[in-house]
């Protein structure tokens, strides 16, 4: 049985996807906008014309969730088993956002351990990820951090990587 995903121009609008859920005959309609938002309407049944739920995200929320929904954001099973084992420390992977302050200091500069308790383990990059972050080692645009840290430090260490300040 094929999915037959529908699409509807919108003038001025944008463009409407229009999916039929084969599970349980739900529908979902996602509208992108020309400004780059996007509407998701899930459908309780194929038939309704209200929906059950509508969720709008930004540019960069829909496109993380477009990269879990087709796969590309899962974790590798051994990564799940050294979180078990690491108990309440968590290892995530972070964007470094393209304005971040960040870019262009070292991690020494950055002090994200010693300001935020989260501590760099390595970066990956194109084409070499580099393996044992050293306190030398340049922050790029284009990185991912992968950090070693307390699920309560991230919020203060995401801020921080996005807004600084790095100034000493």
Known sequence: ????????????????YTLMCRGRGQRLAVILHNDGTREIYVFG????EEPAAVVELDD???????????????RPK???????ALGELAIEWIPVPQESPAIGKTLAEAAFRQRTGITIIAIL??????????????????????????????????KLLAQGPFDG
């Open 60 to 74: 960069d929320e829909a496109r993380q969730l477009g990269a879990v929904l087709g796969g590309a954001y899962e």
């Open 125 to 158: 990059r194109e084409p070499e990820p580099v393996a044992g972050a050293q306190p030398e080692d340049v922050i790029e645009e284009g990185d991912t951090l992968v950090t070693v840290g307390k699920l309560g430090q991230y919020p203060a260490f995401r």
């Open 1 to 16: 049985m094929t999915t037959e995903l529908r699409e509807t121009r919108l003038p001025g609008v944008g463009v409407k």
């Open 78 to 84: 051994i990564v799940e088993e050294l979180e078990m």
């Open 45 to 48: 049944r194929a038939t309704d």
